[in-house]
């Protein structure tokens, strides 16, 4: 079964289907909980910064696996 849950725009993976938006939407609204979160614990704003950019780029990172292994392929003909 061929997954056709993103498209491919430069260096971006857009949604194209339901599926594709809720994992941007759950994704999204991970990070926002994450830097609740770390912005509760944190003493200040670097503190707050440099914890919460590790875990972005961890979401984005699997966000990117994801995209990549349901985006739509054009036929190389």
């Given at each position: 079964?061929?997954?056709?849950?993103?498209t491919?725009?430069g260096?971006?993976?857009l949604?194209v289907?339901?599926p594709?938006?809720?994992?941007?939407?759950?994704?999204a609204?991970?990070?926002?909980?994450?830097?609740i979160?770390?912005?509760?614990?944190?003493?200040s704003v670097?503190?707050?910064m440099?914890?919460?950019?590790?875990?972005?780029?961890?979401?984005?990172?699997?966000y990117t696996?994801?995209?990549?292994f349901?985006?739509?392929?054009?036929?190389?003909?």
């Amino acid at each position: 079964m061929k997954l056709n849950w993103f498209t491919r725009k430069g260096i971006f993976y857009l949604p194209v289907t339901l599926p594709g938006w809720l994992i941007l939407a759950i994704a999204a609204a991970y990070a926002v909980y994450i830097f609740i979160d770390i912005d509760g614990r944190s003493h200040s704003v670097s503190d707050t910064m440099i914890n919460f950019v590790f875990n972005l780029l961890l979401i984005g990172l699997i966000y990117t696996v994801i995209g990549y292994f349901t985006e739509v392929k054009k036929n190389s003909e």
